[in-house]
């Protein structure tokens, strides 16, 4: 698991872990004191052995370039906290495939709906599932029901004998 901390750090962290075991520490004092793996020490003193200084540098990001830029994205979670109807859409639910058509009206750029859940997630939102009720439920008509109707259908609980050991 990637230990927290930016590259900055990470990568101040496996310097003095380093100097600590040039200095003459053990690899487990040195882990203990960074707060890493023994063999986390091991790899890092044998980076810095072959490849010098730069042997411990941090390594650039993997993957593309983020297609929104932060203010984009601030702008998209202005868009979706107003609602969906806001934006009009028929109801208020956003779906992946709204929030796709968002995107690609309003910034010009398209994700595959696949992969908008990853932008939703780094914005944190989380999914949510809408409760189902019928539109044209009469709230006196299931209340009345709830308290006539129910109690004459609902089954009894049914007695246990009483046993004896």
Request: charged letters at 30%; glycine letters at 8%.
């Amino acid at each position: 698991m990637r230990p927290t901390g930016t590259k900055a750090e990470l990568e101040a962290r496996r310097r003095m872990a380093v100097t600590l075991y040039r200095r003459g520490l053990s690899v487990r004092e040195v882990a203990e004191q960074v707060g890493c793996a023994p063999a986390s020490v091991s790899r890092w003193n044998a980076a810095f052995e072959r490849y010098g200084p730069e042997g411990l540098a941090a390594k650039p990001q993997s993957g593309g370039h983020a297609r929104l830029a932060r203010r984009q994205l601030d702008r998209l979670v202005r868009i979706l906290l107003k609602g969906a109807r806001a934006y009009g859409f028929s109801t208020e639910l956003w779906t992946l495939r709204r929030v796709q058509h968002v995107i690609e009206q309003e910034f010009a750029t398209s994700y595959h709906v696949g992969h908008i859940w990853r932008v939703l997630r780094e914005l944190g939102f989380t999914a949510q599932k809408p409760a189902r009720r019928a539109r044209e439920q009469d709230e006196a008509a299931v209340q009345a029901f709830r308290e006539r109707e129910w109690p004459a259908i609902k089954k009894k609980r049914r007695r246990k004998a009483g046993r004896s050991s």
